[in-house]
């Protein structure tokens, strides 16, 4: 828990005053709530009023080979000093009661140490499917993994059911619980990386990458490092590792076949703040013409 309070400090990763919480519920025939998926993501909604949990489903969710159960999703915001708290309470005595009203977790949460997703290349990254607009430089995830899953094993024994499940939760929230199955009954944080914006672009001078940076204007800047490299046919036959100095970056790259991947580096914090899957530039195209029909 110290390394998500760190993650979630003013100018760390970002500049933060509240998250948004939105939970995927469902309602069992014996009367419980059961947790499927929360999502708790950290945001700045500068002036904005906390918002109180409110349903997004007007109607139930129900699913026609479940019987006696239904879902429903809630979405509200809280402060990072109270989400802080429930979530300590979430670990330390297994009830989670961040929307006012507790629930009492009887599966087994394990809390895992912080992993960083990266924003889809042409090689998506799976989690994705269920983060929020993961598309800048990426996310650092804490996740209270549900090593049991005993409340919702038949959401697991049927792919259909959670497929029927993940559609029409889509209806309210871009959440695709099908596409990340072993998540159910997870509560993750994410944490978007927002101190600054970072973009690898093509240099156009031979093969070489640009690095560009823009640090957000409330933010302190610090000592940076970027490391890239380029693989083709399962070989490493490229690869840099730079200091950032200023707003741009030229990154040699003396191959000129294969995927580059990129990742940069806090030195200061020992954080990465943004890093690519395998992605690559269209250098070339060929056309040709030819008589369809004379």
């Known amino acids: 828990m110290k390394e998500l309070e760190r993650l979630l400090d003013n100018g760390v990763l970002g500049i933060y005053d509240r998250v948004e919480v939105t939970e995927v519920f469902g309602c069992l025939p014996d009367k419980s709530v059961q947790n499927i998926f929360t999502i708790i993501v950290a945001e700045n909604r500068i002036d904005e009023d906390l918002e109180k949990p409110k349903i997004l489903n007007e109607n139930r969710i129900f699913l026609k080979k479940l019987k006696g159960w239904s879902f429903g999703v809630l979405r509200y915001t809280k402060s990072i000093n109270d989400i802080l708290r429930d979530l300590n309470k979430l670990k330390d005595d297994s009830i989670w009661s ?49 090593s049991t899953k005993n409340k919702i094993i038949p959401l697991l024994e049927s792919p259909a059911l959670l497929q029927d499940l ?7 929230t871009p959440i695709s619980l099908a596409s990340v199955t072993d998540r159910l009954g997870n509560f993750l944080v994410q944490i978007p990386v927002t101190i600054l914006q970072a973009r690898f672009q093509h240099s156009k001078i031979e093969n070489n990458l640009k690095l560009r940076i823009v640090f957000n204007p409330l933010a302190k800047h610090r000592k940076l490092r970027v490391n890239c490299d380029m693989e083709y046919d399962k070989v490493i036959n490229g690869y840099g590792s730079y200091e950032v100095n200023g707003t741009e970056l030229i990154i040699p790259m003396s191959s000129d076949q294969g995927p580059h991947k990129g990742v940069l580096w806090d030195d200061e914090n020992n954080l990465i703040l ?17 008589i369809i029909e004379n």
């Open 98 to 146: 961040a929307s006012g009203k507790s629930q009492s977790i009887t599966d087994t949460l394990i809390l895992q140490p912080p992993k960083f997703a990266p924003p889809d290349s042409f090689d998506e990254v799976p989690l994705s499917k269920v983060l929020k607009n993961n598309f800048w430089n990426g996310s650092h995830i804490v996740e209270f993994q549900n």
């Open 166 to 172: 993940s559609e029409q939760i889509q209806q309210y």
């Open 274 to 290: 943004a890093a690519t899957r395998p992605s690559s530039f269209i250098s070339t195209v060929s056309y040709n013409m030819r």
